[in-house]
């Protein structure tokens, strides 16, 4: 996994250090139990599912000796264990246009996100069309227009300041008169403004469903991952102003190891779609729990 490859020094490696076969068996008792809750919470992993995650690790293991090996394994395992259910590629519907609202606050990675899936599903032989929703952001646009070159995938524009959901009807006009497999529609993460966000995605999700009522078919929160922590009051936040389906986790690939995605799933249970694992086209990858959980326990 990229995490791995990053050689990120290891959770469990950092308290118990990095040997590995012949080193000291410590039992595992209630100051272990605590060191390990300390080293879950600071790897994002909030305070709630850190308890938890250690409390099912000493279960049947609690005054017995443990090598850090096994201590390894058994995190990871749990981890795992944790990520699994939520571990889903994007549903791919045979709907026409499917229509993916991608929703996040600027910086999050959404505009790169949209390009990379667009690359993708064009390459997997569908037609795509993207919506540059966040008007009011001159430099959004035109990133989007670069990434619609590189993935050649037509990106609809408007002109700057004007209503993105006008801008989303005549994306979804002319994705259903070219027989678009897809539409992804970006939109603005001004979450300074909570309300009008919410009017502005609420408005949006109004005027495509005049053209089709089941849609957006999806509503991707993305996520960045060195906010740590924080992308737990993100999800709360967004999945009130927006009916929020699926997560993608961007930046995996530098020091964040994105500890918060197993609070995030042990909270909300909302599938993780892909992750984003640098800036390239391609580097957008399907979320594998047994990958993800190995490298965040290093
Ligand atoms: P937006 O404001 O939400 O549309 O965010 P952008 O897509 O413009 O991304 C913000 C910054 O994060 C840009 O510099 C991107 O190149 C960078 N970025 C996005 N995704 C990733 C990722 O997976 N890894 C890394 N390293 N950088 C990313």
């Known amino acids: 996994t990229p995490a791995a490859e990053a050689g990120k020094p290891g959770l469990i490696g950092r308290i118990l250090g990095r040997s590995e076969a012949d080193e000291p068996r410590r039992v595992l008792d209630d100051a272990m139990l605590e060191s390990l809750e300390e080293l879950l919470i600071e790897a994002d992993m909030g305070v709630d599912t850190a308890m938890r995650v250690a409390a099912n690790i000493a279960e049947g293991r609690m005054d017995r000796r443990i090598s850090a090996t ?33 929703v996040g606050v600027n910086g999050s990675g959404k505009t790169t996100t949209i390009g990379k899936l667009a690359a993708q599903f064009k390459a997997a032989g569908k037609s795509v069309v993207i919506a540059a929703g966040d008007t009011f952001r001159a430099a959004a646009v035109e990133q989007l227009q670069i990434w619609g070159t590189r993935a050649g995938v037509p990106v609809l524009t ?13 994306a979804m006009t002319r994705a259903q008169e070219t027989g678009a497999d897809l539409l992804l529609i970006d939109t603005a993460g001004r979450l300074q403004n909570r309300a009008d966000l919410m009017e502005e995605l609420a408005k949006i999700v109004r005027v495509i469903r005049k053209k089709d009522e089941t849609a957006p078919h999806n509503t991707l929160l993305v996520l960045d991952a060195t906010t740590g922590q924080n992308a737990v009051a993100q999800v709360e936040i967004f999945r009130k102003i927006a009916d929020v389906s699926g997560l993608v986790m961007t930046k995996l690939d530098g020091t964040a190891k994105g500890g918060v995605l197993v609070s995030l799933a042990d909270k909300f249970g909302l599938p993780i779609h892909a992750i984003g694992v640098g800036e390239q086209i391609d580097d957008l990858q399907p979320f594998d729990p047994e990958d993800f959980a190995r490298a965040l326990v290093g």
């Not at 395992?77 to 229509?99: F, G, H, N, S, T």
């Not at 408007?158 to 005549?170: K, N, R, V, W, Y």
């Open 70 to 102: 096994e201590l390894k394994v058994a995190l990871a395992d749990e981890v795992a264990r944790i990520m699994a259910p939520v571990a889903r590629p994007l549903p791919l519907y045979a709907k026409r246009p499917q229509v993916v609202l991608v």
């Open 158 to 170: 408007a002109p700057e300041g004007s209503d993105p959901a006008s801008l989303a009807f005549d």
